[in-house]
DNA sequence: GCTGGCACTCACCCGTGCTGAGTGCCAATG
DNA sequence: CATTGGCACTCAGCACGGGTGAGTGCCAGC
């Protein structure tokens, strides 16, 4: 009874499975696909596969599925199929037409959908190292002023002030020059501490600080992590993978976001195309569903993250690849502007 | 047989099918509901409802069921129950926190989704009439530099511009000085004809017209309208009223976004609040439910809209109540700014 | 260790019959 | 003449039951 042939089964299952959606049993098995043995074997081969928790059947005298575990060891083992990328330039020019960097991820996301068939999440840049390239100041009201933060790859923040009525006009002007004097060029780690000293001069108003803090913080992209996704209709179509209870409570978890980027985020690290299947996610609302997920290099260190977000009955092979491949192209996109 | 008995039998019809989501027979509403008459009465009602269009039995010896045109009669003539707002205080208050344009829209649409269980929809403004406040003007790479348009309601909008190679920095900086005297304090149209005026003039350097061109578009707000929503997970809710194949067009079409934009669009000028029932939406995908909206002002003209889409078995007064509140705080919020 | 054979299980399909909520029609009533 | 009670009829929904077939586990033989 050779290891192998086992393998060869569960890739077998797991593939006439995620094709047929129907649970495969041994006779359709070696009828089908070439394994060259009987039922019979194939049957053993079942029961051990079933004793170590890969497949499952759903009810006495029905087919076998792949347990969670199953698909894990498949996309460990197996599924190293080529990865066969047909779209690459299209991708690559459909990518570059993008004007900033709010429009790649726009066109990445819907792209992603669309290739994989599944929900796409493309998480924005968290901790973002571009340099500062200037910084505006206007007044808008009586107490409150408006900081924007013009970063040197084309991002453009804002930021309210509380300046309180006293302020004068004369005295914003002298900030706003000094304040570009002193972070500009600056990296926003740089530039806050430059302008946290900038700030404590003697002679400052007294809403210097926290505007210095606020600019900091808006050429970091915010404190806040974003995740956009597209194709949630793809959930619907999942047909019997998901009921609509399960398709409620993902459109929940996808909107809460906070679930995700920390899951995106737990990936990130994880090497080239990462993935978590069913419980692995480790969210309730998620258990049903698989998450495949790449990240995209901004500058130096790994900086966000793509993803597929589709049932664990899902194409694995196509789905790492169509991932891998749009990360790699917006890599690139990204890093050539 | 009077016509007023026969609009309340009617509005019974509604009120009970909407709050037990089956079709709703003669004795169950003579029994339940008080209209002190027999099921006979009722059912003779019922009969001339039917032979007007506005209730159907979906199949025999079954209750009846409104029709679109039964909604809308309810919705036009018997739905202005008291729309009591409960929740006002809550709302300012929630409103009122949101520390930006977008933070309001984003707190709007949750709020909204929230108390009306359906999704919500808000438009952003689409073409905004706030003066500028100030332009920059800052050189990106070689051949391209960005232009940031700040407005007098604390919104910031960007446009990269193709300045080609040859444009020198001193260029640029002059540019911007002018840009900014000529347009600072002009709403977008002026702002417009007066950049096309200092774009002609002799010894403007080539860029300079499509500049004046991307400035005046930023400065309207850039031509893409867009819409933000929240709360899909309560479509996939909705039980019987939508199955999954309806769901899945329903979200299609929310990502699509040109269809809803169209459609709020119109619905903005129809006065307070508007319905769209059923087909009345003009949309295949969208012609199960039904989409509640209200303007929300912003300066003088009816600016952009909010919106609140379910089933078309939804609870209107309910839902009208949440819209209409939410609109007008949100106005309010707005125009404190 | 693989295979064919065999008895067994059980989800699924389909036809049957029952029930009850609901209807339309009609004659009687105030 | 609108309203009502009575009555026959319809039909979705449900429960029951038998037949079918794909699938299984086990075992003896190669």
Chains 1, 2 share one sequence.
């Not at 690459?88 to 959908?113: H, K, P, Q, W, Y």
């Not at 946290?196 to 915010?222: D, F, K, T, Y």
């Not at 309730?284 to 698989?290: I, N, P």
């Amino acid at each position: 009874m050779s290891e192998e042939r086992r393998q060869a089964v569960l890739q077998a299952i797991v593939e006439g499975y995620v094709s047929t959606s129907e649970p495969v049993g041994s006779q359709a098995l070696a009828r089908s696909k070439s394994l060259g043995v009987s039922p019979a074997t194939i049957r053993n081969d079942m029961t051990i596969l079933e004793e170590e928790g890969l497949i499952t059947q759903p009810h006495t005298s029905a087919g076998r599925v792949p347990t969670d575990k199953g698909y894990r060891f498949f996309v460990d083992h197996l599924a190293a199929r080529a990865l066969r990328e047909p779209h690459g330039n299209a991708i690559r020019t459909f990518l570059s037409d993008a004007v900033d960097l709010n429009d790649v991820v726009e066109r990445s996301v819907r792209l992603l959908s669309q290739l994989t068939r599944q929900v796409a999440v493309v998480q924005y840049p968290s901790v973002r190292d571009a340099a500062i390239q200037r910084v505006e100041l206007v007044r808008m009201s009586q107490a409150r002023a408006l900081a924007v933060v013009i970063s040197a790859d084309a991002r453009v923040e804002q930021a309210a002030v509380e300046i309180g009525p006293d302020a004068t006009d004369e005295q914003i002007a002298r900030a706003a020059a000094e304040i570009n004097i002193e972070a500009c060029g600056l990296r926003p780690t740089a530039a806050g501490a430059a302008l946290e000293a900038w700030a404590a001069r003697p002679g400052q108003p007294s809403w210097a600080g926290p505007l210095a803090v606020a600019i900091a913080e808006a050429a970091h992209g915010g404190v806040v992590e974003k995740a956009v996704f597209a194709g949630t209709a793809n959930l619907a179509r999942a047909g019997r993978d998901l009921d609509s209870v399960d398709i409620g409570s993902v459109l929940d978890a996808l909107e809460e976001q906070v679930v995700l980027l920390r899951l995106l985020h737990e990936m990130s690290t994880e090497g080239e195309v990462s993935v978590r299947i069913g419980a692995e996610t480790g969210n309730e609302a998620l258990a049903r569903t698989s998450l495949v997920a790449a990240g995209y290099a901004r500058g130096e260190g790994p900086g966000a993250v793509i993803g597929a977000l589709g049932p664990t009955r899902m194409d694995y092979a196509a789905t790492m690849a169509a991932v891998s491949a749009v990360s790699r192209y917006l890599s690139t996109v990204i890093e050539s502007e």
